[in-house]
């Protein structure tokens, strides 16, 4: 039985409870062989676990504080955080609109409390994260900001390393033809990092771009650019 109720209060145990879910899946526990015929991909160097576990969650509650979202926002961003990869254990591109279908699959499960603009937020931030458009809500704009939180971290190398190994055993991705090449693969990640991106969030601008700024003259320096 599905049922939306019209007003309901969430509580970071919602929240906990969405995570661990997520999380769960993202490890493989909640695989049914018959439905997920070719189990977790292993291969998801970049885009596994300790993605969402290690950078995207704590990114976001980092940069949610300095954008003083509400405490509602906060837990609907969580359950939007832990959710967002899950699409690519069914496939590789196009994956956010699977993400988000399974956390509203998760957020109508009675008796869980969710309103249908609770789902709507979590859709939209989870769909948001193909960078196909700019966020539309905060909460959005957060999680946009957190999924490449990466790029302001010290160990931006050592992650761009991973997706460069996964992008080379995907040859569906954008990025596979660049990965085949470590100078081609060093110039088109500087040429993202440096040209193409740039934080939604002054929450994010505040925490992650002076690192950012040390990593890309680090990516000059490491490969001669």
């Known amino acids: 039985m599905m049922v ?12 906990d409870k969405a995570i661990k879910r997520a999380l769960g899946l993202l490890l493989g526990m909640d695989m049914e062989p018959k439905k997920y015929a070719e189990g977790v991909d292993f291969r998801l160097f970049y885009h596994g676990f300790r993605h969402t ?7 976001f509650e980092a940069i949610a504080e ?26 590789y591109l196009a994956n956010e609109s699977i993400g988000a279908s399974l956390a509203e699959g998760y957020m109508l499960t009675w008796p869980l409390p969710y309103t249908r603009g609770h789902i709507e937020i ?15 809500t ?4 957060v999680l946009r900001d957190a999924d490449l939180s990466s790029l302001g971290h010290p160990d931006f190398l050592s992650t761009s390393e991973a997706l460069k190994i ?3 055993l995907h040859p569906e991705s954008p990025m596979h033809e660049a990965s085949l090449d470590d ?33 890309i003259a680090e990516l000059r320096e490491y490969h001669g650019l």
């Open 53 to 59: 576990s290690d950078h995207v969650l704590p990114a």
């Open 138 to 141: 905060k909460v959005a704009a």
């Open 183 to 215: 100078q081609v693969w060093a110039t088109s990640q500087l040429k993202f990092i440096s040209g193409f991106h740039d934080w939604f969030t002054d929450g994010a601008r505040q925490l992650y771009q002076e690192q950012k700024e040390k990593n």
């Open 4 to 15: 939306l109720r019209k007003n309901a209060k969430l509580t970071e145990e919602h929240a």
């Open 166 to 168: 996964e992008s080379r």
């Open 122 to 136: 979590v859709r939209d931030a989870i769909q948001n994260t193909d960078m196909k458009n700019p966020p539309q």
């Open 66 to 91: 300095k954008e003083n979202l509400d405490e509602e926002e906060v837990i609907l961003g969580k359950h939007a955080a832990g959710f967002h990869d899950t699409g690519f254990l069914f496939q």
